[in-house]
């Protein structure tokens, strides 16, 4: 578990260096930042009403790298997350693990309307592991294992930073599954022994964040993807929804939600704690965070 937090920081230094240069001779760039620590703790000590010691943390960079020059438009977001958790009697688990490039390059075709080129690429740092009721633990994912990349023309409405959408009619999407075993398994819809997989379809991208009240604002992301090829009527959705609630400079409480379907992964279904052979099927995956800590800003 350290490797990927060793990765994270080495980023981390580098972005934070890049930054420190001089860049007041390019205006054209807008840069932004965020690294942020959260860290959630629980310990009972003979509580009757019972509990159990559990202790998270996780690590998230975001950041913005925005290039703006006559009818030109360049905006770029990189993440990088991961999270541990540790309970009583269960060890260390991860519960974040994220690695998301976005690239949006526009053309302003009309006054918000611009024509657009747009790539996005999503893996993981780490393998994933599904526990059944006795700890055991069987690999579900691990880096580039799945991957994502997907890219293709289209337009885009953007009033501001805080609302904004992409539509490509037209988009190649691969799928990279670059473990054995899981490929063997044809894991993530890949054909079995195959390390890839091409859909050629519709993507949709939509970004809105809202200033609720003072020192509280929420974030929404949303992508949909239909595969022309197979199954069109499947509409692949990844949505998330984050909370940031200011306390003073350096301390926030943050929040998230998010929410995959992916008719491709495969889930296995588990019955009082026993994971059923044969019974991958399709579901809805949810992930959520909740916690307080230190945020550094640009």
């Known amino acids: 578990m350290k490797k990927p937090l060793s990765i994270v920081c080495v980023g981390l230094l580098a972005l934070l260096s890049a ?61 990088a ?13 991860k519960n974040d693990d994220r690695i998301v490039l976005n690239s949006l390059l526009g053309y302003q075709a009309a006054e918000r309307w611009l024509y657009t080129f747009y790539m996005n690429f999503n893996t993981q740092f780490t393998d994933g592991f599904q526990y059944d009721g006795d700890n055991n633990s069987s690999l579900i994912s691990t880096a580039f294992a799945p991957a994502y990349l997907s890219f293709g023309p289209g337009f885009a409405y953007k009033e501001s930073d805080n609302f904004r959408f992409n539509l490509s009619p037209a988009a190649a999407r691969f799928i990279f599954v ?15 022994g195959a390390t890839s997989r091409f859909e050629f379809g519709a993507s949709f991208d939509a970004y809105y964040k809202a200033q609720i009240m003072e020192n509280i604002s929420v974030e929404n992301i949303l992508k949909l993807y239909s595969n022309y090829l197979e199954d069109p009527q499947n509409v692949d959705v990844d949505y998330t929804f984050n909370l940031f609630m200011k306390v003073n400079d350096y301390i926030t409480v943050n929040g998230g939600v998010q929410l995959i379907y992916d008719d491709n992964t495969l889930i296995p279904r588990q019955v009082d704690g026993v994971i059923v052979p044969g019974s991958e099927r399709p579901t809805l995956q949810v992930r959520q965070v909740l916690g307080a800590g230190i945020t550094y800003k640009f």
Do not use: H, M
């Open 81 to 93: 997350a991961y999270g541990l958790t540790k309970q009583k009697s269960i060890g260390w688990r």
């Open 19 to 79: 930054r420190a240069q001089d860049t007041s001779s390019d205006t054209t760039w807008r840069i932004n930042g965020e690294n942020t620590l959260l860290i959630n703790q629980s310990s009972f000590s003979n509580w009757a009403a019972g509990g159990i010691n559990s202790f998270a943390a996780n690590l998230i960079f975001n950041y913005d790298f925005n290039y703006k020059k006559d009818r030109w438009s360049w905006d770029n977001k990189v993440i």
């Open 178 to 192: 670059t473990n054995d075993e899981l490929s063997n398994r044809g894991a993530f819809g890949v054909d079995p």
